[in-house]
């Protein structure tokens, strides 16, 4: 049996690194060009600088980045899929009504004591009331 803390701690690890890998397809994804200028556009030389640091082939670069990211993610949210459902395997909840799990009804097994509040509600209604 797997401890929960080293599960849970796989967990957190592959979630992090799924939500870096989710940014950086996304700001690679706006950086591309596409037919209408796109982002790259906005931020001065229309793909023309992006061109000057990566080479005159950055569009295929980004293209095959893009590509390696989005296989990345499909991985790593399959591997988050596993590790939580093998955290969940590993430590079922039982059943109610099993020996393990007390059974914890909210019904009283015997009413409980209203007071008589009968005599209150008359004492009150024979007072006479006080003239102004």
């Given at each position: 049996m797997t401890p929960v803390l080293a599960v849970g701690g796989l967990v957190s690890l592959l979630a992090i690194l799924f939500l870096i890998v989710c940014v950086l397809m996304v700001l690679v994804i706006?950086?591309?060009?596409?037919?209408?200028?796109?982002?790259?556009?906005?931020?001065?030389g229309g793909g023309g600088s992006a061109q000057a640091v990566l080479g005159a082939k950055t569009g295929e670069f980004l293209t095959y980045f893009t590509v390696g990211m989005f296989l990345l993610f499909i991985l790593l949210a399959m591997g988050m899929q596993w590790t939580i459902r093998a955290e969940v395997e590993a430590d079922p909840v039982p059943a109610v009504g099993s020996p393990d799990v007390p059974s914890t009804s909210t019904v009283p097994e015997e009413p409980a004591q209203v007071p008589d509040t009968t005599e209150a509600a008359e004492a009150t209604d024979a007072a006479p009331p006080e003239a102004p």
């Open positions: 706006l950086v591309q060009k596409p037919k209408g200028g796109g982002l790259s556009g906005a931020f001065g």
